[in-house]
């Protein structure tokens, strides 16, 4: 009977991986990696890879496991739809095995899933600047959640005759992972690990490996037993109950139940102990060219583009800026799960205080992504803190400072250049430079940034000189944009009123 | 057929139209969009129109399943011969769906707009076109399958294609963006797209509805005889 089950399963996989929506949820995965490499920016640099597999879940869950979902849910309900049940009734394999065989057939499905995972944490991890460890079982759960998807959609077809559920489910699915999940705000709830993935983090600096709480192997367990457990239903409902069957469902329960137990109560305690831990306490400190550079471990191979653009911040501005001591020291948020969106979930006074404790008060915040925008953020909080001794408080930088500030930054390196480009396409109103993503920052209006952008044109040397010239004019509180546009031999650019503007 | 024997056939078709119209998928992903919304909506401390807009869009993804649906018509092979054309088949089926589309796209905006916090607005206009471009593409496609398939299940083919169209609307790059938050620079923009979007769905529609070229010969024929 196994051979005829096996059989079924293989022409049932054939035909999962050849259905529409597995081809197409490929293609949706691939595509724009693939687009990016070949018409964009090439490969993804400076890749997480201790972090990138949480954001890949999330998609290949919804995109290849929904697929996974649709297909195997009309897959069960094929007899049905096409009004050839009576005609199965009389075949040697009783439905229990079919359900079986359709199980099976998930598997080459969620090994096409393993496979682009593996594919995308490799282009990530051979492309340069990539840091920190690959957590096997990370990737290892992309292949499970495209089986426990099609699995739901399995049990979905013998619970009910209507092919309108599945579909409804993938959007319900999604809404709960991406709507839901921000709502929800219990910490020590087990909500966070009962989610089939890690909602809580991308939208903060990304933790580093040694704040990094998400227990992944249980949380592989959890999922495994969860998708064990929908399999069992999905034989059990309408009469498949054998004991061995009963058996499996029971030992799947229990582990499914037990391993989200241990799971909050594991990383409740590693949650608060993160958030308290003193952060300079895990750093490396360098000293490149009189300045200090403190990363998290695995950080430590950037502090040479920190520093390329720390050197093309300092080449423009006055020394006697530039001679004072400098220290620049890397930020993370840990432990803040369930505040997400929210600004005050980013702990500025306790990085201001844990720098003072180390030794380095007032050092320049960088966060740990890179090569995405955030080193012009890094350059601009540079330039404005070596210009007001302010380590970048919450502020809007209006007039000739905003200019300043902006075109040293932006002229730092070609890097910083193309981020600021990058950053004002994706903004409106103005460009922000965030210490933590969100909150802490400044902000430097669009009218600033234009006449930036026209000074970033023209040859650095001679802006430079000019800027060095009006030096205390320029960065002075009160310059207007008018005032700094004269001062600098360009037209003053047009101002609009969009509430973002300064006055 | 005259135009009173015309009206008259089309009032007669709408009671049995509306027996045969898949209402039960439709209100179960009209039922799960809005429980969920109004479930949502009741979470949050403080409802802004960006949160606001993402549960209606919720509603509006979950209803334009269920319309994928509306169009099912099982009977289709027995209809092929009939003497009213498919065009105003779809007419009834429409004249019969729309008016319900419209209450439930009402009940949706009343649900999440009453949670909303004081002085925010919900952007009722923009969300709306929003909605109907969703569920003129489903019943665009929902027609498309009754038009060229054997069998007169198109739900089966609309609904994972209106899935497959929000993800790639979610995956779509920063210019050409379609879902945006309301205040975003790119709103009114991204309005105009999904204005196109309707279009395309009722000309979808419209094509759905014409009967096939071929039989174009035989109504001139007819007109001709008469």
């Given amino acids: 009977m196994s051979r005829v089950v096996f059989a079924l399963a293989r022409v049932e996989g054939m035909r999962l991986l050849r259905h529409p929506l597995t081809i197409a949820a490929v293609l949706l995965m691939a595509g724009p990696v693939l687009y990016g490499w070949l018409f964009g920016d090439g490969l993804p640099r400076f890749g997480l890879l201790h972090e990138p597999p949480r954001g890949l879940q999330l998609a290949m869950q919804l995109v290849l496991g929904g697929a996974a979902l649709i297909a195997a849910n009309f897959a069960v309900l094929r007899a049905r739809r096409f009004g050839t049940e009576q005609q199965f009734a009389v075949l040697v394999l009783p439905e229990r095995l079919r359900v079986a065989a359709l199980l099976l057939a998930l598997v080459p499905v969620a090994l096409v899933g393993a496979l682009l995972a593996v594919i995308y944490v490799g282009v990530l991890a051979f492309a340069p600047g990539a840091v920190g460890r690959l957590d096997p079982y990370e990737v290892a759960t992309v292949p499970v959640l495209v089986l426990l998807m099609g699995g739901v959609g399995v049990l979905l077809g013998r619970l009910w005759r209507s092919v309108v559920v599945a579909p409804l489910l993938v959007v319900v699915s999604g809404a709960i992972l991406l709507v839901f999940a921000s709502v929800q705000a219990a910490t020590d709830s087990f909500v966070p690990y009962a989610m089939t993935v890690d909602i809580t983090d991308p939208m903060f600096l990304p933790p580093p490996q040694a704040l990094l709480t998400w227990p992944s192997g249980l949380h592989l367990l959890y999922l495994t037993g969860l998708a064990a457990l929908i399999g069992v239903a999905a034989l059990a409902v309408r009469g498949g109950r054998s004991t061995r069957v009963l058996v499996a469902g029971a030992v799947s329960l229990v582990l499914t139940v037990a391993a989200v137990v241990v799971q909050t109560a594991s990383t409740r305690d590693g949650l608060r102990t993160a958030a308290a831990r003193q952060q300079p306490a895990l750093q490396t400190c360098r000293v490149v060219e009189r300045v200090t550079y403190c990363a998290f471990e695995e950080f430590v191979p950037w502090i040479d583009e920190w520093s390329a653009v720390t050197q093309g911040v300092l080449r423009e501005m006055p020394p006697e800026l530039t001679n004072r001591p400098l220290a620049v020291r890397q930020r993370a948020i840990a432990g803040t799960r369930g505040a997400l969106g929210d600004p005050a979930g980013v702990p500025v006074a306790k990085w201001r205080a844990d720098d003072a404790a180390a030794g380095t008060p007032g050092a320049v915040g960088i966060g740990t992504r890179w090569g995405d925008g955030t080193e012009t953020g890094f350059a601009a909080r540079l330039a404005y803190t070596l210009i007001t001794g302010d380590p970048a408080a919450l502020s809007t930088l209006c007039g000739g400072l905003g200019v300043v500030v902006t075109w040293i930054a932006g002229q730092a390196t070609p890097l910083t250049r193309a981020g600021l480009e990058r950053i004002d396409a994706m903004s409106f109103g103005g460009v922000s430079f965030p210490e933590g993503e969100i909150g802490a920052g400044i902000l430097v209006p669009d009218a600033e940034i234009s006449l930036a952008t026209a000074l970033l044109s023209r040859p650095t040397a001679e802006v430079g000189a000019r800027v060095r010239e009006n030096w205390t004019e320029l960065t002075a509180e009160g310059t207007t944009l008018p005032r700094a546009a004269e001062l600098l031999g360009l037209p003053a650019p047009k101002v609009v009123d969009d509430g973002w503007s300064c006055r | ?226």
């Fill in chain 2, 1 to 226: 057929m005259t135009r009173a024997g015309r009206a008259a056939t089309l009032q007669a078709l709408l009671r049995p139209t509306g027996r045969v119209v898949g209402w039960l998928p439709f209100g179960v992903g009209a039922g799960v969009g809005l429980a969920m919304a109004g479930a949502a909506s009741r979470l949050f401390d403080k409802l802004g129109p960006a949160d606001a807009a993402t549960l209606l869009r919720m509603a509006a993804v979950c209803g334009a399943l269920g319309a994928a649906f509306l169009l099912d018509d099982p009977a289709v092979r027995t209809t092929r011969v009939v003497a009213v054309g498919r065009g105003a088949r779809l007419g009834v089926r429409l004249a019969l769906v729309v008016p319900v589309l419209a209450l439930w796209w009402g009940a949706a905006l009343a649900i999440v707009g009453s949670a909303l916090t004081a002085p925010a607005r919900l952007p009722v206009g923009a969300l709306t076109v929003e909605a109907a471009a969703l569920v003129c593409g489903a019943l665009a496609v929902a027609a498309g399958t009754v038009r060229g398939a054997e069998s007169g299940r198109a739900g089966p083919v609309a609904a994972p294609v209106v899935v497959f169209g929000v993800v790639v609307a979610f995956q779509l790059p920063y210019g050409w963006a379609l879902i945006v938050p309301p205040g975003d620079a790119r709103w009114t923009d991204a309005h105009q797209r999904w204005g196109v979007l309707v279009g395309v769905g009722l000309a979808g529609l419209w094509w759905a509805g014409r009967e096939p070229v071929r039989d174009r010969a035989a109504r001139l024929l007819r007109a001709v005889t008469r």
